[in-house]
């Protein structure tokens, strides 16, 4: 994987942690594949560039704050593993008890694939 795929990656993550769903769309392929996997199976998936977009604007109104931070690169051919650490203070009551205000920390991984210069593929794991 070239650096100039690690670039497009950090910058995703930029976009991510600044709110700037505008910035994180612009990196992706149009037919991008999300999977968010949690405690090994998978509870979100999108396709396609809308139905990404549409769960990075209601996902960016749960946060008033969120910060990954990559601990960790390695990356074979056109595929990355990132290892994460994460942060982040909710804006509003979640479902399973958490509360507004409460901080979120975890560490996870996160799984690129990229295609002709674009995030195809997006696997999140905590």
Known sequence: MSENNREIIERYIEAYNSFDIEGMLSLLHEHVLFRN???GVIDTETRGIQEFGQ????????????????TDYSA??????????Y????????????KQGDKIQ?????????????????????
């Open 106 to 126: 975890l560490k996870g991984k996160s799984v690129f694939e990229i295609q002709a210069g674009q995030i195809l593929v997006i696997e999140d794991h905590s």
């Open 76 to 85: 074979v051919a056109d595929k990355a593993e990132v290892h994460i650490d």
């Open 55 to 70: 769960l990075a604007e209601k996902s960016a109104q749960i946060f008033t704050s969120r910060c990954q931070t990559i």
């Open 37 to 39: 996997y949690s405690n």
């Open 87 to 98: 942060e982040a203070i909710l804006a509003t009551d979640l479902p399973n008890g958490l």
